[in-house]
């Protein structure tokens, strides 16, 4: 053999381990659709994050990511879930309510793993917790389901008051009908008459607070949504501002100066979240993983914004609290 030859010949076999590390799979890559934007959410992105690395997946270095913000524009997100749909994304994280209905709509074979504040099963997103049987699984919390129990709390401690606020999001949907009558209902029981107010964008909540002003209202309860969700210390801020006693859903409302919370930990559902997506990732199938169902709820008081209000904290709803913000 001439010496060219056996040169050409070691070179075309160093060429082969590259052939052969070239035809290996490509990283799984998740789909995460939101209906509101990466700044604003970028701590809860983190925690989802965390939660992938505890599944064994890091960004970058296993798994890919495509992100996918609608930046509260949720007409937006069926298109979002067809581009995810098209690149056939490994799974689809829909971490909001819109964005699961979005990714549902689109596809029965690419997993899906929903977070979400309200029952899936009577929302049909699942057949049961246990055995969801499509191809959905995910985190739900009691969110929506304490809604009523945040009026009983803002009664509890404004008893004298005949008439409270209720501030929801039109944009939601059906589920904007659902949390409205749940609230409304509470209301009832309790005797309070109700003042419901929209607000689906950042440009309508001054104008939503002035008019609370104006009101002969105790107080203010606002229905979960993920929008409320991104704009916690801006709520915080116009109901300090405004005079009007509030109730949110997540500690962050109370951490930013809102008056008091009642809800699950949102960080814990989206930490949550990603650890469920990496089990999927892992091959297990959406349909026999059972729902995690998140139980806990906490009462946080910020009493440095009750003295702000002039008000004085039953020492019963004290008692109660999970964390008192001085």
Excluded at 27 to 52: K, N, T, W
Excluded at 88 to 110: C, E, H, R, Y
């Amino acid at each position: 053999m001439k010496r060219r030859e056996f040169i050409t010949l070691l070179g075309g076999a160093a060429a082969w381990p590259i052939t052969t590390r070239a035809q290996q799979p490509a990283m799984p890559v998740i789909g995460f659709l939101h209906s509101e934007s990466a700044d604003l959410y970028a701590p809860l992105a983190r925690a989802f994050r965390q939660g992938l690395i505890e599944s064994g997946y890091v960004e970058g270095r296993n798994v890919t990511i495509e992100y996918r913000w609608a930046d509260g524009q949720y007409d937006r997100l069926p298109a979002m879930a067809a581009d995810l749909i098209r690149r056939q994304v490994t799974v689809i994280a829909a971490n909001s309510p819109a964005a699961v209905l979005a990714a549902k709509a689109g596809t029965t074979t690419i997993p899906i793993v929903f977070n979400t504040g309200y029952d899936p099963v009577a929302a049909g997103l699942v057949a049961s917790l246990s055995r969801p049987g499509g191809n959905l699984t995910g985190i739900t919390s009691l969110t929506a389901e304490v809604g009523p129990k945040r009026v009983e709390l803002l009664h509890e401690l404004l008893p004298t008051a005949t008439s409270i606020a209720l501030l929801v999001n039109p944009a939601a949907g059906a589920r904007h009908e659902t949390i409205s009558t749940s609230l409304q209902g509470a209301a009832r029981k309790l005797s309070l008459q109700t003042h419901v107010l929209h607000a689906s964008a950042v440009q309508e909540l001054e104008a939503v607070f002035a008019r609370l002003a104006q009101l002969p209202i105790g107080g203010l309860v606002i229905g979960s949504d993920p929008f409320f969700n991104s704009q916690s210390k801006q709520l915080a801020t116009l109901a300090l501002r405004h005079a009007v006693p509030t109730v949110y859903q997540y500690r962050e409302f109370a951490a930013s100066g809102g008056l008091m919370s009642y809800g699950g930990s949102l960080t814990g559902m989206y930490h949550q979240s990603g650890v469920h997506t990496g089990r999927v990732l892992k091959g297990e199938k959406p349909a026999e993983l059972p729902v995690q169902q998140a139980t806990k709820v906490e009462l946080i008081i910020n009493l440095k914004t009750a003295r702000a209000f002039g008000l004085t904290i039953p020492l019963p709803l004290l008692g109660r609290a999970d964390e008192v913000i001085e």
